[in-house]
């Protein structure tokens, strides 16, 4: 679809969708790993209770993301600006960049927390890691797809397609 000036906004759909990733991956993260399965706090280096106030707190800037992400996603929509195919990037660039930056940095840097307190913990920050590397490489993948001509909307879906087959709505 194409906005009323006929430019898409292609870097500001990347980035709004980027922000709902990183804000989506810290809530699956939070909600699955910190509640579900108590596997870890986001801090777990003191009490019980910095560790809940730590959850409390990430919780609170993943929500800050995510709507921020969407009222952007929404004005794009609104003024008929967004690029899907970047959009979609951005959303697999986001995630996958939270997943590795919290593999890497939180698990191993600054070590605030682990995957799992086991033995064999390799295995839970290979896996980890891998999603996140998966997650990147499909945001990538999409991205470089996206640059090569952005998505139109045409009776057969999301694709490039000829100006003719478009949808005016």
């Keep these: ?3 009323r000036s006929g430019i898409l906004d292609t870097r500001r759909s990347l980035l709004a969708t980027a922000l709902i990733g990183v804000g989506l991956m ?3 993260d939070e909600i699955v790993f910190h509640q579900l399965l108590a ?3 986001f801090f777990d280096r003191a009490t019980p209770a910095i560790g809940l106030l730590s959850d ?3 919780h609170a800037a993943e929500l800050i993301l995510l709507v921020a992400g969407f009222f952007l996603f929404a004005e794009l929509r609104q003024r008929r600006t967004l690029a899907v195919g970047h959009a979609w990037a951005g959303l697999f660039l986001g995630a996958g960049g939270f997943q590795l930056f919290d593999g890497i940095v939180d698990h191993k840097v600054l070590r605030v927390h682990q ?3 086991v ?3 390799w295995l839970y920050d290979l896996g980890w890691n891998a999603a996140a590397l ?3 490489l499909i945001g990538a993948l999409l991205w470089r797809r996206a640059r090569r001509g952005a998505l139109t909307r045409c009776r057969w879906g999301w694709r490039r397609c000829s100006p003719a087959s478009t949808f005016s709505a």
């Design 134 to 136: 998966l997650l990147l």
């Design 39 to 41: 596997w870890h706090h």
């Design 119 to 121: 033995e064999d913990l």
């Design 56 to 58: 409390g707190l990430l």
């Design 1 to 3: 679809m194409e906005s």
């Design 26 to 28: 810290a809530a699956i």
């Design 115 to 117: 995957v799992r307190y």
